[in-house]
């Protein structure tokens, strides 16, 4: 197994550089554990300045550049700049009418006014360039009443899903659509209010002594997206629009058989069709609100976009170089996979970490990444997922481990290609988790050569049988094979059943037989899982069998050495950025 320390350039020299008799033949431990090698085994340690303390020194002492206040920005040195976004934002809150101003002795008595606060903000592009200094002015919605302040049936209000944009740009990469975003200035205050809301203004907005009795929702109302998308949907309605079924956030207009989709999550929507119905889908958009446009979309959603020749890549480079940067990995030795190979991480591995070590928040990041353009973490990252409650010295070491591997994949993203199709995998090891023995299940959704739908999650039954765990894997890679039949169906107008590729032929004919499994070991499976069996027999999917070879989910429930693992990266669609 490959030897794992924290990532360091001192700490790695060891096993980057073995030591060289006279005739250049490299003197390597065959088994250091043990001592076997040809010289006695060496106590291989990172120099203090790597140890999790001294690094937590460093990252804390890094500089946060949003100011806490605007009182401190308007004092600062970008104090004219900020004057400006401030007033930009007053602007924008007398324009649309979003308040009537009242004295604080008209409010009736017993009404609760609602603090608010201005926050600052520093908007970049995808290069880390400064684009704009925000001013928002927000409510603290913590001080709002049920009931009087806001209903509870409006707190809820639907955002894009990932893979919904990740499936949109796999269908515009195959058939060579235009790929467009805008976005809607000061979306939230389109929301019109149904209660009485009275809220007091900082005073770099507002004269002493006066409140505002609100008319449309402020930025921090628990009811404000709720009220925004309701707003958008009545708007997009009338214009013609159509709101999927699968994605609420997407909508779809059709004129002399040519469509255009406009995904939209909260306030910044991609727009994706030929060149003339982009155009008027922007125009349409602009007819209700006031919208930015920004061109052919490069960076949407934190997703950098780079198109080329036959090929859709996304990525996040700038992101994964702030984290790398931020954990103080710049200077560590790139590793070829995220994972020792065949190893198994225990909560009792190592020692405590001290309380002020960013465990989480590491493994917060990566999920973020993982998320959204790197499924060949989607392992690593699960596992690391399991010991946030007590993680310990050997999980932090793991996590480094994960950052020396981005370092040498920073510039690494999905693509996708031109009619390869919607391919499903799905996957499982076998009491692979030391702590419960319970299997992981692994699932990854292709479409025209890259990952759109990707999942590494523990089960949450301990499996008797191999059978059983790839039963169980399947049960739950059902769920997203039926969601991107139909999403595909709205995109394509095409509906046809999907084949779930499985590595288990047992597995299968528990799958293909209602009688499979009435007696035995597999008698005792919860009829939840059966839920699999159910689809392939009505025909809403199939399942065949592949080789372990070509399952491209392996990835998703082990860990791989490096030329296996860059060979499944290479699979799920995961490349360098192209030129």
Same mark, same amino acid.
């Given at each position: 197994?490959?030897?794992?320390?924290?990532?360091?350039?001192?700490?790695?020299?060891?096993?980057?550089?073995?030591?060289?008799?006279?005739?250049?033949?490299?003197?390597?431990?065959?088994?250091?554990?043990?001592?076997?090698?040809?010289?006695?085994?060496?106590?291989?340690?990172?120099?203090?300045?790597?140890?999790?303390?001294?690094?937590?020194?460093?990252?804390?002492?890094?500089?946060?550049? /949003?100011?806490?206040?605007?009182?401190?920005?308007?004092?600062?040195?970008?104090?004219?700049?900020?004057?400006?976004?401030?007033?930009?934002?007053?602007?924008? $809150?007398?324009?649309?009418?979003?308040?009537?101003?009242?004295?604080?002795?008209?409010?009736?008595?017993?009404?609760?006014?609602?603090?608010?606060?201005?926050?600052?903000?520093?908007?970049?592009?995808? !290069?880390?360039?400064?684009?704009?200094?925000?001013?928002?002015?927000?409510?603290?919605?913590?001080?709002?009443?049920?009931?009087?302040?806001?209903?509870?049936?409006?707190?809820?209000?639907?955002?894009?899903?990932? %893979?919904?944009? /990740?499936?949109?740009?796999?269908?515009?990469?195959?058939?060579?659509?235009?790929?467009?975003?805008?976005?809607? %200035?000061?979306?939230?205050?389109?929301?019109?209010?149904?209660?009485?809301?009275?809220?007091?203004?900082?005073?770099?907005?507002?004269?002493?002594?006066?409140?505002?009795?609100?008319?449309?929702?402020?930025?921090?109302?628990?009811?404000?997206?709720?009220?925004?998308?309701?707003?958008?949907?009545?708007?997009?309605?009338?214009?013609?629009?159509?709101?999927?079924?699968?994605? #609420?956030?997407?909508?779809?207009?059709?004129?002399?058989?040519?469509?255009?989709?406009?995904?939209?999550?909260?306030?910044?929507?991609?727009?994706?069709?030929?060149?003339?119905?982009?155009?008027?889908? !922007? !125009?349409?958009?602009?007819?209700?609100?006031?919208?930015?446009?920004?061109?052919?979309?490069?960076?949407?959603?934190?997703?950098?976009?780079?198109?080329?020749?036959?090929?859709?890549?996304?990525?996040?480079?700038?992101?994964?170089?702030?984290?790398?940067?931020?954990?103080?990995?710049?200077?560590? =030795?790139?590793?070829?996979?995220?994972?020792?190979?065949?190893?198994?991480?225990?909560?009792?591995?190592?020692?405590?970490?001290?309380? =002020?070590? #960013?465990?989480?928040?590491?493994?917060? %990041?990566? $999920?973020?990444?993982?998320?959204?353009?790197?499924?060949?973490?989607?392992?690593?990252?699960?596992?690391?997922? /399991?010991?946030?409650?007590?993680?310990?010295?050997?999980?932090? $070491?793991?996590?480094?481990?994960?950052?020396?591997? $981005?370092?040498?994949?920073?510039?690494?993203?999905?693509?996708?290609?031109?009619?390869?199709?919607?391919?499903?995998?799905?996957?499982?090891?076998?009491?692979?988790?030391?702590?419960?023995?319970?299997?992981?299940?692994?699932?990854?959704?292709?479409?025209?050569?890259?990952?759109?739908?990707?999942?590494?999650?523990?089960?949450?039954?301990?499996?008797?049988?191999?059978?059983?765990?790839?039963?169980?894997?399947?049960?739950?890679?059902? !769920?997203?094979?039926?969601?991107?039949?139909?999403?595909?169906?709205?995109?394509?107008?095409?509906?046809?059943?999907?084949?779930?590729?499985?590595?288990?032929?047992?597995?299968?004919?528990?799958?293909?037989?209602?009688?499979?499994?009435?007696?035995?070991?597999?008698?005792?499976?919860?009829?939840?899982?059966?839920?699999?069996?159910?689809?392939?027999?009505?025909?809403?999917?199939?399942?065949?069998?592949?080789?372990?070879?070509?399952?491209?989910?392996?990835?998703?429930?082990?860990?791989?050495?490096?030329?296996?693992?860059?060979?499944?990266?290479?699979?799920?669609?995961?490349?360098?950025?192209?030129?």
């Amino acid at each position: 197994a490959e030897p794992d320390t924290d990532g360091s350039v001192a700490g790695q020299a060891a096993h980057t550089a073995p030591e060289t008799d006279s005739e250049g033949d490299a003197n390597v431990d065959t088994d250091p554990g043990a001592g076997g090698g040809r010289y006695p085994t060496r106590d291989r340690r990172a120099p203090e300045r790597y140890h999790h303390t001294a690094y937590m020194d460093m990252v804390e002492g890094k500089p946060n550049e /949003r100011p806490r206040s605007l009182r401190a920005a308007l004092a600062g040195k970008d104090g004219e700049l900020w004057e400006k976004a401030r007033v930009s934002e007053a602007n924008s $809150l007398i324009e649309l009418r979003v308040y009537d101003i009242w004295d604080i002795s008209q409010v009736p008595e017993g009404k609760k006014i609602i603090p608010t606060q201005a926050l600052c903000d520093i908007r970049k592009d995808e !290069k880390g360039k400064i684009v704009k200094y925000k001013v928002r002015l927000v409510v603290v919605g913590c001080r709002q009443i049920a009931g009087v302040d806001y209903d509870e049936s409006q707190l809820h209000a639907p955002t894009a899903l990932q %893979a919904s944009v /990740r499936a949109l740009l796999a269908y515009a990469a195959e058939h060579n659509l235009e790929v467009h975003q805008t976005d809607v %200035a000061a979306a939230f205050l389109y929301g019109e209010l149904q209660e009485d809301v009275f809220v007091r203004p900082p005073l770099e907005f507002a004269a002493p002594g006066k409140v505002w009795k609100l008319r449309k929702s402020l930025y921090g109302l628990k009811q404000a997206a709720n009220r925004w998308h309701a707003t958008l949907r009545d708007a997009l309605t009338a214009k013609g629009f159509v709101a999927s079924e699968v994605d #609420p956030c997407m909508f779809m207009l059709i004129v002399n058989s040519q469509c255009v989709f406009v995904l939209i999550h909260v306030d910044d929507a991609m727009i994706v069709g030929v060149t003339n119905m982009v155009v008027q889908a !922007k !125009k349409l958009l602009g007819e209700c609100f006031t919208i930015k446009d920004m061109g052919s979309a490069k960076y949407f959603l934190g997703l950098e976009i780079t198109r080329s020749p036959g090929t859709l890549w996304i990525g996040q480079t700038k992101y994964c170089k702030e984290i790398i940067s931020y954990y103080g990995m710049d200077d560590c =030795n790139p590793i070829a996979s995220p994972v020792v190979a065949n190893s198994h991480l225990s909560r009792e591995d190592g020692e405590p970490l001290a309380a =002020n070590v #960013p465990y989480g928040e590491l493994v917060g %990041a990566l $999920l973020y990444l993982t998320s959204n353009t790197r499924p060949d973490l989607a392992y690593a990252v699960g596992v690391l997922s /399991r010991f946030v409650a007590a993680p310990r010295t050997a999980h932090w $070491l793991a996590a480094k481990r994960v950052l020396r591997y $981005l370092a040498g994949t920073v510039d690494h993203g999905i693509a996708y290609g031109t009619s390869l199709g919607v391919e499903c995998f799905c996957d499982a090891d076998f009491g692979g988790d030391i702590d419960g023995r319970r299997s992981t299940s692994g699932m990854c959704i292709m479409v025209n050569g890259g990952a759109v739908v990707w999942r590494a999650k523990l089960q949450s039954v301990v499996a008797t049988s191999t059978c059983e765990a790839e039963y169980i894997s399947a049960a739950e890679a059902t !769920k997203e094979v039926l969601w991107i039949t139909k999403f595909w169906a709205e995109l394509t107008g095409k509906h046809q059943a999907l084949t779930l590729c499985v590595d288990n032929q047992a597995a299968i004919t528990l799958m293909n037989k209602h009688t499979a499994g009435v007696s035995g070991k597999t008698k005792h499976i919860d009829i939840a899982y059966h839920f699999v069996r159910h689809r392939v027999m009505v025909g809403d999917m199939r399942v065949r069998f592949v080789g372990t070879q070509f399952m491209v989910a392996d990835v998703m429930t082990k860990g791989l050495a490096g030329p296996a693992h860059v060979q499944a990266a290479k699979g799920l669609g995961v490349c360098k950025r192209p030129t």
